[in-house]
């Protein structure tokens, strides 16, 4: 699988560290995010990783900032986005399951290591589900 992965200034040590556990699952991963601890700014690497996954660049991604908040909102600004802020594995599988999310967020201020792994481990692993939820899917599609 083809992912995009994002981040800011105080996410760039998980980042390195997410983006090498990937591979070692065998993704292909694109690094769009920063590179240093230099103070930058979500929004724009948040929406160039929502570009990727809206324009089928990238099969998915995943965004890291201190919180994941302000970098998913910012990739949520992109039409065809569905980004979730996760910070246990459970509500990860659910976000792909029921809301068909192409895009997971989380904090390095707020997870830690182990946990973001189990964390993209429960979404990756997870398919979307159809019926209501396809329904629900295409009503925010629709917005």
Request: a negative charge.
């Amino acid at each position: 699988m083809k992912i995009v992965i994002s981040n800011d200034h105080a996410a760039v040590n998980m980042k390195f560290e997410i983006k090498a556990y990937l591979e070692s699952l065998g993704h292909e991963v694109i690094d769009v995010g920063a590179q240093d601890s230099t103070s930058c700014h979500y929004p724009e690497y948040g929406a160039k990783a929502g570009r990727m996954v809206a324009d089928g660049e990238a099969d998915c991604g995943v965004l890291i900032c201190g919180t994941g908040v302000g970098i998913s909102i910012a990739a949520n600004k992109i039409h065809g986005v569905r980004a979730a802020v996760c910070s246990e594995p459970v509500t990860a599988r659910l976000v792909k399951e029921h809301n068909h999310a192409n895009m997971i967020a989380f904090g390095e201020r707020i997870v830690g290591i182990e946990t973001a792994k189990a964390i993209l481990d429960a979404w990756l692993g997870a398919e979307c589900m159809g019926g209501r939820h396809q329904l629900r899917v295409d009503m925010l599609d629709a917005m």
